[in-house]
T-cell receptor, first 109, second 113 residues
Framework: GQNIDQPTEMTATEGAIVQINCTYQ??????LFWYQQHAGEAPTFLSY????GLEEKGRFSSFLSRSKGYSYLLLKELQMKDSASYLC??????????FGTGTRLKVLA | DSGVTQTPKHLITATGQRVTLRCSPR?????VYWYQQSLDQGLQFLIH???????AKGNILERFSAQQFPDLHSELNLSSLELGDSALYFC????????????FGDGTRLSIL
């Protein structure tokens, strides 16, 4: 069946590094996406992986291991504005997306 | 601003009623996705349309239906509403079925009293 697991909540300090993990079990894997969602707002795209390895985009990096069904999002030099939910989403086939329930990150001063 | 427009922003109605949520995708995007986000369940994929045709279905109830019109805007119809249908409903669009990211609208908050 389809299943995506992420930690429910994480807390980190401003300026630190945090890693948010995502494990998944799906059929027809066709890519993994990370989105950021501030409370009450629309999700916004952060990163995308379809091949194994690390993708870096400024302060954000995402890693994928397809054989392990595992991804992580790495946030460096945390800022207060990074307090948000981070959603892991797996694309199945051409058109279907399965989202995890999200990880709520609190950044403390 | 993602370029995806959803109306209305808020909707309050009663159980048993029917509502229509509207979505205009970004200019040039052919794919439209609908999602439901409840507090305890995260983003649930409902249905996807590409250039007017339904291409994928998620956990969409039979009381819910959707369509995409020739001008590419889409509507999600929710009928026989129940208290549990209270949620934030998001529309997202992307150019096609490739792995270009989806861009989300600001959502419609539906409250059933």
């Amino acid at each position: 069946g389809q299943n995506i697991d992420q930690p429910t909540e994480m807390t980190a300090t401003e300026g630190a590094i945090v890693q948010i993990n995502c494990t998944y079990q799906t059929s027809g894997f066709n890519g993994l996406f990370w989105y950021q969602q501030h409370a009450g707002e629309a999700p916004t795209f952060l990163s995308y992986n379809v091949l194994d390895g690390l993708e870096e985009k400024g302060r954000f990096s995402s890693f994928l291991s397809r054989s392990k069904g595992y991804s992580y999002l790495l946030l460096k030099e945390l800022q207060m504005k990074d307090s948000a939910s981070y959603l892991c989403a797996v694309k199945e086939g051409t058109y279907k997306y399965i989202f995890g329930t999200g990880t709520r990150l609190k950044v403390l001063a | 601003d993602s370029g995806v427009t959803q109306t209305p922003k808020h909707l309050i109605t009663a159980t048993g009623q029917r509502v229509t949520l509207r979505c205009s995708p970004r200019s040039g995007d052919l794919s439209v996705y609908w999602y439901q986000q409840s507090l305890d369940q995260g983003l649930q994929f409902l249905i996807h349309y590409y250039n007017g045709e339904e291409r994928a279905k998620g956990n969409i109830l039979e009381r819910f239906s959707a369509q995409q019109f020739p001008d590419l805007h889409s509507e999600l119809n929710l009928s026989s509403l129940e208290l549990g249908d209270s949620a934030l409903y998001f529309c997202a669009s992307s150019p096609d079925g490739s792995n270009q990211p989806q861009h989300f609208g600001d959502g419609t908050r539906l409250s059933i009293l």
